[in-house]
């Protein structure tokens, strides 16, 4: 099974290689892709697939979606974040059963779940035989957790070592585990999670250091931009001879952006590009410059970035 990111046109797709459509029928999966396929799971990312060649290509269409190991670089996870992933997972569970779909199909892997922003929630995918346990999913996700976990929080700490301690027993049982997800109550708790909530106080930082990382937010196929040092200046662009960053979208202009560094700051023009370039959902005047701080989301066209 090979999963990949993919631009398409416009969208950026996430495609999984299934494998010989034969072998699928006759393994049955072929109805959990048509149950897939043609209905709307609370939870799951729709999908759709070709076969092609006799061989079975599924892909998820993630525009819009910020990838979840992408949004940890921008939120460390704390007790709100894991409990709204958790909450989700469980949702997702009980959901799929009226299709008779597989839980141990659910990828429980930050690489492939997405934070929807519209929504502000947790979606997945679901693929017909991944077939990995969902239990050791959960212990090896929250093993990933605690390497980058928001320590100052300390009542989600213990929240998630409790979690802990019952994704690694055998006798683990998902209703179980769902009344310990509920849990977790902490004062003026939201009910949903804005990833950006924790940087508006940096927002207002007169300088900033002349490295930054740049991070692409819904594009796995996406490398993180790094300015500062020796790399003073990064046009951004489709055509690949031109440009230093390179995005293969048809909604990127073949020259689109500049970021240079200029009197220790960091700057953003853009170069009159057809869709657009914009700092914080205000879309920039062809050839102005903006200054960049800690916290603002760029948008390239459809293409969504944090500065870090």
Sequence with gaps: MEISYRTKDIYNVLEINLGPSKKLEKDGMLYRLKMLQANDIPGLLKMDYAVVNELICVHYNVSSRYILNRMFKVKKPDGIILQQIMKSLCKTVEKQK???????????????????????????????????????????????????????DRTGLEYMYNLYELVCSEKFEMSIFQKDVNSYK???????????????????????????????????????????????????????????????????????????????????????????????????????????????????????????
């Design 98 to 152: 009226k299709y008779l779909l597989d839980a141990n199909d659910i990828v429980f892997v930050p690489e492939y779940m997405f934070y929807d922003s519209a929504n502000e929630n947790i979606v997945m995918i679901n693929v017909p035989g991944y077939n990995k346990n969902l239990r050791l999913q959960m212990k090896s996700f929250i093993e990933d957790i605690m390497k980058i976990y928001n320590h100052n």
């Design 186 to 308: 902490k004062s003026n708790q939201k009910t949903k999670i804005n990833i950006f909530e924790s940087t508006k106080q940096i927002n207002d930082i007169k300088e900033i250091s002349v490295t930054r990382e740049i991070i692409p937010l819904s594009n796995g196929e996406l490398e993180s931009i790094e300015i500062g040092g020796q790399q003073r200046q990064i046009i951004v662009g489709r055509e690949a001879s031109e440009a230093d960053y390179h995005i293969a979208s048809q909604q990127i202009s073949r020259i689109h952006a500049c970021i240079y560094l200029k009197e220790n700051q960091i700057y953003i023009q853009d170069k009159n590009s057809t869709n657009g370039t914009f700092v914080n959902a205000v879309k920039l005047k062809a050839l102005s410059e903006v200054k960049l701080k800690p916290g603002d989301v760029i948008a390239f066209a459809n293409e969504e970035f944090y500065v870090a």
